[in-house]
C-alpha cells in the first residue's frame, strides 16, 4: 500500500508537469509496467481525479480541468527554485510578502534536513544596489487583467501613468491619449514588469512599463504576429523608449553618446532615460550619489562624450581625466 501510495503522489506530480503522457512513458517514469501504470491511473479516479483517455496514435492519459490541487511533489531543484522564487516575488509584485512568507515556512517545514540546509544556503538577503533601481512592486489587478489579455489575446485599452500613479489631464505636458494595443508577452527585467504590445493606432511593436499603465480589458480578439525580435528578452533591453522614469538622485546630469539608443539601453543602469537622436547618436540622463559618479557610469560607454549638463557634471569630467593623467605619468616614471 505505501508503494502504491508513493506512485499515486509521483503520477499526480507527472500530470502536473505535462498535459498528454503516453502510456509507456507513464510506466516508464514511474518504474513499473503499464498493467501497474493503468491501475495507478484507476487509483486516482477513484479519488476523484479526472483523468482522461486520449484515443488514437498520438493518444495517451491527461488529467482533466475541475480538479482538486494535487499534492504538489518536488524533487530537490524544483523545490530550491520555488524557495527562491517565493523570496524574490515580493519585490516586485505589491501585497504577496506575507503570501510567499507563510507559503516558504510551509515549504521549510515539508523538507528533508538535507535539502532544508540547501535552501537555508539560498536564503537571499535584501540588499540596496546602488546603481539599480527596480520599479516598486506592481500591484496583482493591474498584473492579473494584463495577463489574462494576453492569455486569452483580447486587446487592451491602456492610459500612461506617472511615476507617483497619477494619470496626467488633457492639456497637460506629459499626457497621452488612451491607446488599444495587442498585448502578446510579458517580459520581467531588472525588477520591473514589461509588456511587448502590438499599437493598433501606428501600427508599430512596442513595449510597456506595465506599471505605468491602467489597462481596459476588452473582448474584441486578435491573432498572432510575427514578433520583433526572435529574443523578447533581448527586444525590451535593448528598447529606449520602453517608460522608464528618471530615479531620484542627489546628482543628475545628462550628455550625447555617439553611439545608438538600444546599445546604450541595454546597459544603461536602471532608473536612468535613453533620448533617440538618430541612428548613430543618443542622449542619456543618469543619476548617482555625486558627480563623479555621474562622471563614471558616462566613462563605462567608451565614446566620445559631448552636451554635457549641468556644469558640475562637465567639471567632474575634467577633475577626473586629470587624476587618471597624474597616474598614468607616475605610472611612466622610472
Same mark, same amino acid.
Given at each position: 500500500?505505501?508503494?502504491?501510495?508513493?506512485?499515486?503522489?509521483?503520477?499526480?506530480?507527472?500530470?502536473?508537469?505535462?498535459?498528454?503522457?503516453?502510456?509507456?512513458?507513464?510506466?516508464?517514469?514511474?518504474?513499473?509496467?503499464?498493467?501497474?501504470?493503468?491501475?495507478?491511473? !484507476?487509483?486516482?479516479?477513484?479519488?476523484?481525479?479526472?483523468?482522461?483517455?486520449?484515443?488514437?496514435?498520438?493518444?495517451?492519459?491527461?488529467?482533466?480541468?475541475?480538479?482538486?490541487?494535487?499534492?504538489?511533489?518536488?524533487?530537490?531543484?524544483?523545490?530550491?527554485?520555488?524557495?527562491?522564487?517565493?523570496?524574490? +516575488?515580493?519585490?516586485?509584485?505589491?501585497?504577496?510578502?506575507?503570501?510567499?512568507?507563510?507559503?516558504?515556512?510551509?515549504? !521549510?517545514?515539508?523538507?528533508?534536513?538535507?535539502?532544508?540546509?540547501?535552501?537555508?544556503?539560498?536564503?537571499?538577503?535584501?540588499?540596496?544596489?546602488?546603481?539599480?533601481?527596480?520599479?516598486?512592486?506592481?500591484?496583482?489587478?493591474?498584473?492579473?487583467?494584463?495577463? +489574462?489579455?494576453?492569455?486569452?489575446?483580447?486587446?487592451?485599452?491602456?492610459?500612461?501613468?506617472?511615476?507617483?500613479?497619477?494619470?496626467?489631464?488633457?492639456?497637460? @505636458?506629459?499626457?497621452?491619449?488612451?491607446?488599444?494595443? !495587442?498585448?502578446?508577452?510579458?517580459?520581467?527585467?531588472?525588477?520591473?514588469?514589461?509588456? $511587448?504590445?502590438?499599437?493598433?493606432?501606428? @501600427?508599430?511593436?512596442?513595449?510597456?512599463? $506595465?506599471?505605468?499603465?491602467?489597462?481596459?480589458?476588452?473582448?474584441?480578439?486578435?491573432?498572432?504576429?510575427?514578433?520583433?525580435?526572435?529574443?523578447?528578452?533581448?527586444?525590451?533591453?535593448?528598447?529606449?523608449?520602453?517608460?522608464?522614469?528618471?530615479?531620484?538622485?542627489?546628482?543628475?546630469?545628462?550628455?550625447?553618446?555617439?553611439?545608438? +539608443? @538600444? $546599445?546604450?539601453?541595454?546597459?544603461?543602469?536602471?532608473?536612468?532615460?535613453?533620448?533617440?537622436?538618430?541612428?548613430?547618436?543618443?542622449?542619456?540622463?543618469?543619476?548617482?550619489?555625486?558627480?563623479?559618479?555621474?562622471?563614471?557610469?558616462?566613462?563605462?560607454?567608451?565614446?566620445?562624450?559631448?552636451?554635457?549638463?549641468?556644469?558640475?557634471?562637465?567639471?567632474?569630467?575634467?577633475?577626473?581625466?586629470?587624476?587618471?593623467?597624474?597616474?598614468?605619468?607616475?605610472?611612466?616614471?622610472?
Amino acid at each position: 500500500m505505501a508503494s502504491t501510495s508513493r506512485r499515486a503522489l509521483r503520477l499526480l506530480s507527472l500530470f502536473g508537469s505535462r498535459q498528454l503522457w503516453p502510456l509507456r512513458e507513464l510506466a516508464d517514469g514511474l518504474g513499473v509496467s503499464e498493467r501497474t501504470a493503468r491501475r495507478d491511473i !484507476e487509483t486516482l479516479r477513484e479519488l476523484g481525479y479526472p483523468i482522461t483517455t486520449v484515443h488514437g496514435p498520438d493518444g495517451g492519459y491527461r488529467l482533466g480541468a475541475g480538479h482538486p490541487l494535487p499534492p504538489l511533489v518536488f524533487d530537490r531543484d524544483q523545490a530550491l527554485a520555488v524557495a527562491v522564487a517565493l523570496q524574490t +516575488a515580493p519585490s516586485t509584485v505589491f501585497g504577496l510578502g506575507d503570501e510567499a512568507a507563510r507559503t516558504l515556512v510551509t515549504l !521549510e517545514q515539508a523538507m528533508p534536513a538535507a535539502l532544508r540546509a540547501s535552501m537555508e544556503s539560498l536564503r537571499l538577503t535584501r540588499l540596496q544596489n546602488y546603481w539599480e533601481f527596480p520599479a516598486p512592486p506592481i500591484d496583482p489587478a493591474t498584473l492579473t487583467a494584463v495577463g +489574462a489579455a494576453v492569455r486569452h489575446r483580447h486587446v487592451l485599452v491602456t492610459e500612461t501613468l506617472r511615476a507617483d500613479g497619477s494619470r496626467p489631464e488633457t492639456g497637460d @505636458d506629459d499626457f497621452l491619449p488612451a491607446r488599444r494595443v !495587442e498585448p502578446h508577452h510579458l517580459v520581467v527585467w531588472a525588477g520591473r514588469w514589461y509588456l $511587448v504590445a502590438y499599437d493598433l493606432g501606428d @501600427d508599430q511593436w512596442r513595449v510597456h512599463r $506595465v506599471d505605468r499603465l491602467r489597462p481596459r480589458p476588452t473582448t474584441h480578439p486578435f491573432g498572432a504576429r510575427e514578433l520583433p525580435h526572435g529574443d523578447l528578452a533581448r527586444f525590451v533591453m535593448s528598447s529606449h523608449d520602453r517608460g522608464d522614469t528618471l530615479a531620484a538622485w542627489q546628482c543628475t546630469g545628462t550628455a550625447r553618446l555617439n553611439l545608438p +539608443a @538600444d $546599445v546604450v539601453a541595454r546597459w544603461a543602469p536602471g532608473g536612468s532615460v535613453v533620448e533617440h537622436l538618430d541612428t548613430e547618436h543618443c542622449r542619456l540622463t543618469l543619476g548617482a550619489w555625486s558627480w563623479a559618479g555621474v562622471a563614471g557610469i558616462l566613462a563605462t560607454f567608451d565614446t566620445e562624450l559631448t552636451d554635457l549638463h549641468p556644469p558640475e557634471l562637465a567639471q567632474a569630467c575634467r577633475r577626473i581625466a586629470r587624476r587618471w593623467a597624474t597616474l598614468a605619468d607616475t605610472e611612466r616614471q622610472p
